[in-house]
């Protein structure tokens, strides 16, 4: 039988693109606020909570380092509306069968840092969600039924390849089927992942595919966002 991958080839061959891929990302544009208007644009952080930047079994120190960029970020659009996701499970959560047990409600590793609570004001939503793709919970269905003009998302959080991921492609796809015209805009220096040597997942790498594959499907990726 065939290999589905011949290592050998693969690796020779891969090399090639992968630098291409990585040169990419270098000389990435920088927006200003100035360029978004109020009334069709919304901050969206996605899971930057204690459970997965400071504490539990699936927080990374490396994530934890995005805090100091989200805060400037939401203190930026302080007058814009502003989503914040949060992971919250059960003890009974199905997707316990995929991944360690992490945020479990009423705990302190459901809750948003500390850092970013000043920003929870009567100018944003928070959307409770028990699974990875944000755009599938209620609270975000709810939100999103009477906020249609809110066609440019910058999206902020953890992690990369993952929650960050999962809503960025569902998201875009929901624009793109009912013929809407918008932006989702990453700030490469606002999201982050993960190291885990025993899963192979190195944070590097699984970044450049997550943006990679993000940009393919017509989400930007940029350098920075000015005040």
């Excluded at 190291?195 to 350098?223: K, P, S, W």
Aim: proline content about 2%; overall charge negative.
């Amino acid at each position: 039988m065939e290999k589905i991958f011949d290592k050998d080839k693969f690796i020779e061959k891969s090399k090639g693109f992968l630098l291409n891929i990585i040169e990419s990302f270098e000389n990435l544009p920088t927006l200003k606020v100035s360029d978004f208007k109020q009334e069709d644009t919304v901050v969206v952080n996605v899971d930057i909570i204690n459970g997965f930047c400071k504490e539990g079994n699936l927080s990374s120190d490396l994530v934890g380092k995005i805090i100091p960029y989200a805060v400037k970020i939401n203190e930026y659009f302080k007058e814009y509306h502003k989503i914040f996701f949060v992971d919250r499970h059960t003890k009974a959560s199905a997707e316990f069968n995929s991944y360690l047990e992490h945020c479990i409600e009423n705990t302190s590793e459901s809750e948003i840092v500390d850092e970013l609570k000043p920003f929870l004001d009567g100018n944003s939503t928070v959307c409770f969600k028990n699974s990875v793709n944000g755009f599938l919970c209620e609270d975000y269905s709810k939100w999103l039924k009477i906020n249609r003009n809110k066609t440019n998302i910058i999206v902020l959080g953890d992690v990369t390849d993952i929650c960050v991921l999962n809503y960025c492609l569902t998201q875009k796809t929901f624009f793109n089927e009912n013929n809407i015209n918008s932006r989702i805009i990453i700030p490469i220096k606002g999201v982050e992942t993960y190291d885990l040597d025993i899963t192979n997942h190195d944070a590097q790498l699984m970044n450049l595919f997550a943006l990679y594959n993000m940009r393919m499907n017509g989400i930007e990726v940029v350098e920075d966002i000015e005040g």
